[in-house]
T-cell receptor, first 118, second 112 residues
Framework: NAGVTQTPKFQVLKTGQSMTLQCAQDMNHEYMSWYRQDPGMGLRLIHYSVGAGITDQGEVPNGYNVSRSTTEDFPLRLLSAAPSQTSVYFC?????????????????FGEGSRLTVL | RKEVEQDPGPFNVPEGATVAFNCTYSNSASQSFFWYRQDCRKEPKLLMSVYSSGNEDGRFTAQLNRASQYISLLIRDSKLSDSATYLCVVSRPLSNDYKLSFGAGTTVTVRA
């Protein structure tokens, strides 16, 4: 069982370039999300999706786009890379609770993508 | 003010020692609490959920203090393999899901 798969693991970009981080999960989770992790800060939510065709902004959405055409895939697009987007990016998925247990289920993370923008 | 705050550490402890650390949260609407573990340059993984009455999982004990708005994690009989960063995660309900807030993590280093 692969879980959450992210690619690429490492990427170096020049300022102004665009790229897409890929994320796929095989657990049939409705909820998928993208976080960035920077030193001294908690994981910060970029965008999330509660199901195919539905996306919403998190805390730090500027400079990023997402789409959710299938349950399995949730790509993150950097439109015009900036040095401030140098970070480690994590894709994560979980079941939606829908009131069954009254709290969010376990969040499963991909292995991370280390992005450097020069 | 950050929604979740943790002492970054590092906590350097010898094998076999007990180590404990806290996490404070600011939003009183928070309802669910978790500890995630993150090894160096790896992804976070769920360590344990935190229940109102406190709970144990082997050598790990989690406590919740709603009045003072903090949760704690205690590790007994520390092993070298416990060296990691421990992330506190706090959840509160939204209209259609939950908002999860992450602390920056507490680093624990267990030495031989």
């Amino acid at each position: 069982n692969a879980g959450v798969t992210q690619t690429p693991k490492f990427q170096v970009l020049k300022t102004g370039q665009s790229m897409t981080l890929q994320c796929a999960q095989d657990m049939n989770h409705e909820y998928m999300s993208w976080y960035r992790q920077d030193p001294g800060m908690g994981l910060r939510l970029i965008h999330y999706s509660v199901g195919a065709g539905i996306t919403d902004q998190g805390e730090v959405p500027n400079g990023y786009n997402v789409s959710r055409s299938t349950t399995e895939d949730f790509p993150l697009r950097l439109l015009s890379a900036a040095p401030s987007q140098t970070s480690v990016y994590f894709c994560a998925s979980r079941d939606r609770d829908r009131g069954r247990i009254g709290r969010p289920g376990e969040l499963f993370f991909g292995e991370g993508s280390r992005l450097t923008v020069l | 003010r950050k929604e979740v705050e943790q002492d970054p550490g590092p906590f350097n402890v010898p094998e076999g020692a007990t180590v404990a650390f806290n996490c404070t949260y600011s939003n009183s609407a928070s309802q669910s609490f978790f500890w995630y573990r993150q090894d160096c340059r790896k992804e976070p993984k769920l360590l344990m959920s935190v229940y109102s009455s406190g709970n144990e999982d082997g050598r790990f004990t989690a406590q919740l203090n709603r009045a003072s708005q903090y949760i704690s994690l205690l590790i007994r009989d520390s092993k070298l393999s416990d060296s990691a960063t421990y992330l506190c995660v706090v959840s509160r309900p939204l209209s259609n899901d939950y908002k999860l807030s992450f602390g920056a993590g507490t680093t624990v280093t267990v030495r031989a």
